[in-house]
């Protein structure tokens, strides 16, 4: 999908591409790539880099344009795992601000894509205030889904001290894998945002104000993957520990079951095999070893009580 806007702010969509205007670009078909190309001269390796999935974020400046790509999280419910990351691309042509994403996402929703107040709706605003407004709004959203990755991983910990299954550290796993793609990801956006502080140095003092927010924005989101992600690391093994002793626990239970109800067994083979026994002419016979099959297996209950294997 392709729009058009008149501003930064997201308001005012227009038909056709003008000075100064942003041109926003979500799950671009194959006619809005050649647009792209063609009438925004755009170059086609940098669409390419822009939908590849596994490209890393850089800031490359040409003679006739200006790319900032950084990775965003998304929400990926069937790809296997809650959350992953892809590229994000600000091109600079022109006159004119292209953002480019493969996928739909919480940073540039189609919804609501405005970052700036509605007050001023016609406003014209700094390219480069505009872009870090994304890394801040990508540094939030990082922190939202971290969020919901710490409650997820405290419910499956309630689920695993009684499990002695490894469905609970599969769904780990799963959670360890959005971890590690979000450190990667802001590991390297952070690379992005410390060239943009190193390049552009004569940036007014707002300007400034606003990048210095978007890395410590970025860098608290780093922190708290890696918190989270070496307390997962701790607890998958302690985890597994516990599955394999729960287990045990079962196994124990099901022995001593077994070894309570094999006592009746041997007292009915004993007394059922074809040989004189002193008790086939006796008419209470069948009443007797009942009785005797269950006292023998509660006192092997008593007993495996009192060894607190039971």
């Not at 600000?90 to 189609?110: F, Q, Y």
């Not at 007050?119 to 889904?145: E, M």
């Not at 490894?166 to 992005?192: A, D, G, R």
Request: proline content about 4%; glycine content about 4%; hydrophobic content about 45%.
């Amino acid at each position: 999908m392709l729009k058009i806007f008149k501003s930064f702010g997201g308001f005012r969509e227009i038909l056709q591409a003008e000075k100064g205007c942003w041109i926003n670009v979500i799950q671009p078909t194959s006619e809005e790539i050649d647009r792209l190309k063609n009438e925004f001269k755009i170059p086609s390796d940098i669409i390419r880099d822009i939908l590849d999935a596994d490209e890393r974020p850089r800031y490359e400046i040409d003679d006739d344009w200006t790319l900032i790509l950084f990775r965003i999280p998304i929400e990926t419910p069937n790809n296997g795992i809650p959350y992953s990351t892809i590229p994000l691309g600000t091109i600079r042509i022109n006159g004119i601000t292209i953002t480019l994403c493969s996928k739909i996402n919480e940073i540039l929703p189609l919804s609501q894509p405005a970052l700036f107040k509605v007050t001023a709706p016609n406003a014209h605003y700094d390219p480069l205030i505009f872009i870090i407004k994304l890394f801040l709004r990508s540094g939030t959203v990082y922190l939202n889904y971290l969020k919901y990755i710490n409650q997820q991983t405290t419910h499956i910990e309630n689920e695993v001290e009684k499990s002695v299954r490894n469905k609970e550290l599969n769904k780990l796993l799963k959670m360890e894998k959005c971890l590690v793609y979000f450190i990667t990801s802001l590991k390297s956006n952070e690379v992005v945002l410390t060239k943009i502080k190193n390049t552009l140095k004569n940036m007014e003092e707002d300007t400034q104000d606003l990048l210095d927010d978007a890395i410590i924005e970025n860098k608290q989101a780093l922190e708290m993957a890696q918190i989270y992600s070496n307390i997962q690391s701790g607890m998958m093994d302690a985890f597994a520990s516990v599955i394999s002793n729960n287990l045990n626990v079962v196994m124990k239970q099901l022995t001593s079951i077994s070894i309570i109800l094999m006592i009746p067994t041997l007292i009915a083979s004993l007394y059922g095999m074809n040989v004189p026994n002193f008790l086939e002419n006796k008419n209470w016979a069948f009443v007797g070893i009942i009785f005797l099959c269950i006292l023998m297996a509660t006192m092997g209950i008593i007993f495996f009580r009192k060894k607190d294997m039971f």
